[in-house]
């Protein structure tokens, strides 16, 4: 590629790494093929954005600080505002990132509708100010506070925003957004580093949070919010089954806050409903009774949950057995199925196992494995669980349960929802007494099956 400056370099489409040739691996990593050229940043409106904010910036005493608590600027939104720490804090950048369709657009034009105190400027770069007006239309809320603007051009974006001087800016998306002072097109991993240190730059200068909608695919392979990471203060990632209606909004980094937090939301016809209490929505909606469902004690972030794991085993129609995992990895299932064979005898291998998380969950926590376990094993002895029951426990290669992480909050949750019995490993050290509710401590699969089946 000839540039004008004719200096490039190569960025990798996946992670962002620059090198200075081409190379068939990213060394960073470790992607094959992924490498793109892309002409070299202009020195002078690299990151380097320290600079310019101003001459007064000199080394200070860290005693000499004074500590007060930065002011937060609240949403309107409390669980926008909970994930972020309490609040947006000014000067930030926030990427919001997740698959397309899954709601970014519609969340970022909540904000401003759902808080018309605060003057903001949504900058659609996808939409038309009418096709923005529409949404807002089906969303209700008070738009007095909100203005929109629908350009591209960042430059442009900045000026008004300076002209403008809301409180809070919303750009969607990076992706659609370009500079003049890059050459590659719109969504190119030069254009969106760019874009990104303009909006940095401004953010710091003006003291305005912005906050940047980015779309990732969903292995975030596509040039873009994987690449700004390291740039921006807080990322915030929208997760879910697009074919669910629950969407979890989790802190992946935040510099001002935890990145353990996260909120359910509920896409319905007027935009996203927080669900204050996931645990009510998640857990059994039928009447009980039922064999192949288990419930699981299940922490995400520093909150805890509960919700319904379910198993359908059946005899293999073909000659070999099926296993499928809807929400939880197929690879873990399969292991402990395994171990189900081999350290506890029960023969599984000409069956079918089908495996679902209620509510379009993915999970990630180890303590789901009990109740993975209980749910095949209810399933295929049809026996029942009680309602009341619940699980957390991590399963080991050998058959032995193992204890989980913040025990104690996991059982606190299952007491307030009504649940009288846990199974926990035999190895949890508890902290608190629990009251109403047995905590049964079970140390391998054998004594769970004895306890629990009969
Ligand atoms: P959107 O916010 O446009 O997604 P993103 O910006 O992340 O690409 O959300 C798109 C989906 O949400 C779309 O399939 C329609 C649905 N939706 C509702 O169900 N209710 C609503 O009130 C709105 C605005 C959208
Ligand atoms: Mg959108």
Known sequence: MASKGGKTVWFCSSCGNESPKWMGRCPACGEWNTMVEAPAAPKASSSKGGKSAGNSNVPVRLSQIDNSAETRLSLGNPEVDRILGGGIVPGSLVLIGGEPGIGKSTLSLQLPLGCPSLKT???SGEESVKQVKMRANRLGGDASGCYIYSETLIENVVEHARELTPDLVIVDSVQTMYTETAESSPGSVSQIKEVAGILLRFAKESGIPVILIGHITKDGYIAGPKILEHIVD????????????????????????????????????????????????????????????????????????????????????????????????????????????????????????????????????????????????????????????????????????????QTDRRISEAVRLGFKKIFVSSFSSLDMQHKDIAVVKVAEIPALVKALFK
């Open 121 to 123: 400027l949504y900058v």
């Open 234 to 405: 807080v990322v915030l990632q929208f997760e879910g089954e697009n074919r669910g209606s629950y969407r979890i909004l989790r802190s992946i980094k935040n510099r001002f806050g935890s990145t353990s937090e996260l909120a359910v939301f509920e896409m319905t016809g007027t935009g996203l409903r927080a669900v204050a209490n996931p645990s009510e929505l998640l857990v059994p909606l039928h009447e009980g009774g039922l064999s192949g469902t288990a419930v699981c004690a299940m922490l995400d972030g520093t909150r805890p949950f509960l919700f319904e794991v379910q198993a359908l085993v059946s005899t293999a129609a073909y000659g070999t057995a099926q296993r499928s995992a809807t929400g939880f990895d197929v690879r873990r299932l399969n292991m402990l199925l395994a171990v189900l064979e081999r350290r506890a005898g029960f023969h599984l291998n000409a069956k079918d196992v089908f495996l679902n998380m209620a509510g379009g969950l993915r999970v990630s926590d180890p303590a789901c494995d009990l109740a993975v376990v209980c749910a095949v094993l209810s399933s295929n002895f049809d026996f029942a669980i009680p309602m009341d029951v619940c699980f957390a426990g991590e399963v080991g290669l050998s058959g032995e349960i193992r204890p989980v992480g």
